[in-house]
T-cell receptor
């Protein structure tokens, strides 16, 4: 069966520090991969999605970037965190046309 | 572009009563529709989907949803609510291409014993 791993679960970082969140999927090949951010426990904002290695689509301009160095690995990064980057970050995967399957999320607090 | 509206921020229902969480959508073609549930500090869990076929879709934990094309709605329902159903519920839509899901803002369901 397919599983998705996302880490760390929580992270506290100072303003101006770098960020790297990692997500890996097991049990499937060539999945679509996604990074979402959820603010204040409500709506989801799509940040990036990828339909293949090296193919990254950015939905909103921001202080973040994403990379997909391997088929089932998706990384969210920042060179310098801002206070506004605080939030709950969710990684997800899907097959084309199928439902999204989410990781357990990373709660990022920028201080 | 596709969009989803969940008109209620909060729905309160007594345990044992039926519940409805509303969702309306807008897409350029035929929709793929989904419902997800989120418990505190967790990722979203898939409940059910509508792609084609019967307008009444059955999903996990006794939930079902009714697709209504003329009203562009996809309301989530359950005949008898449980306290453990209390959570945040999201409706989502995509068109028939390989485009990302668009989520509604979420509706917080509170089931009171």
């Amino acid at each position: 069966s397919q599983t998705i791993h996302q880490w760390p679960a929580t992270l506290v970082q100072p303003v101006g520090s770098p960020l790297s969140l990692e997500c890996t999927v097991e049990g499937t090949s060539n999945p679509n991969l996604y990074w979402y951010r959820q603010a204040a426990g409500r709506g989801l904002q799509l940040l990036f999605y990828s339909v293949g290695i090296g193919q990254i689509s950015s939905e909103v301009p921001q202080n973040l970037s994403a990379s997909r160095p391997q088929d089932r690995q998706f990384i969210l990064s920042s060179k310098k965190l801002l206070l506004s980057d605080s939030g709950f970050y969710l990684c997800a995967w899907s097959v084309p046309g199928g439902p999204l399957h989410f990781g357990n999320g990373t709660r990022l607090t920028v201080t | 572009a596709q969009s989803v509206a969940q008109p209620e921020d909060q729905v309160n229902v007594a345990e044992g009563n039926p519940l409805t969480v509303k969702c309306t959508y807008s897409v350029s073609g035929n929709p793929y529709l989904f419902w997800y549930v989120q418990y505190p500090n967790r990722g979203l869990q898939f409940l059910l989907k509508y792609i084609t076929g019967d307008n009444l879709v059955k999903g996990s934990y006794g939930f079902e949803a009714e697709f209504n094309k003329s009203q562009t709605s996809f309301h989530l329902k359950k005949p008898s609510a449980l306290v453990s159903d209390s959570a945040l519920y999201f409706c989502a839509v995509r068109d028939m291409g390989n485009t990302p899901l668009v989520f509604g803002k979420g509706t917080r369901l509170s089931v009171i014993a």
